[in-house]
């Protein structure tokens, strides 16, 4: 059983930034990836950027286009842990972040991973 332990968040303003951790503790069997998801009430959750293992030093990346060149995800395989760093923030970003995680490697399908942080709020000021 894998756990993932949030930080971060909090209040921003338009343009600002903001950084997110997610660390994994417990049974990672081999590479594990981590994935932040994004929510806002009514819509599902929109996976938003995902690191192809947080168990290793060379992990892929992946982006939505809608947080493309703004949001960067990273690792520190040594703490297990994937770091997303937001920039050029937008009102549109406010949303509950939740970082997932999955042995089985990325994907922006919130079914397709298996552990799950419980969630931080972003809120974006204009």
């Known amino acids: 059983e894998v756990q993932l332990v949030e930080s971060g968040g909090g209040l921003a303003q338009a343009g600002g930034s903001l950084r997110l951790s997610c660390t994994a503790s417990?049974?990672?069997?081999?590479?594990?990836?981590i994935g932040w998801f994004r929510q806002v009430p009514g819509k599902e959750r929109e996976g938003v950027a995902c690191?192809?293992?947080?168990?290793?030093?060379?992990?892929?990346?992946y982006y939505s286009d809608s947080v493309k060149g703004r949001f960067t995800i990273s690792s520190d395989h040594t703490k297990k842990t994937a770091y997303l760093q937001m920039i050029s923030l937008k009102a549109e970003d406010t949303a509950v972040y939740y970082c997932?995680?999955?042995?089985?490697?990325?994907?922006?399908?919130?079914?397709?991973?298996?552990?799950w942080g419980k969630g931080s709020l972003v809120t974006v000021s204009l």
């Open positions: 997932a995680g999955s042995n089985l490697g990325c994907s922006f399908s919130q079914y397709s991973m298996s552990d």
């Open positions: 417990g049974r990672t069997y081999g590479d594990y990836a």
């Open positions: 690191i192809s293992t947080v168990t290793d030093s060379d992990g892929q990346t």
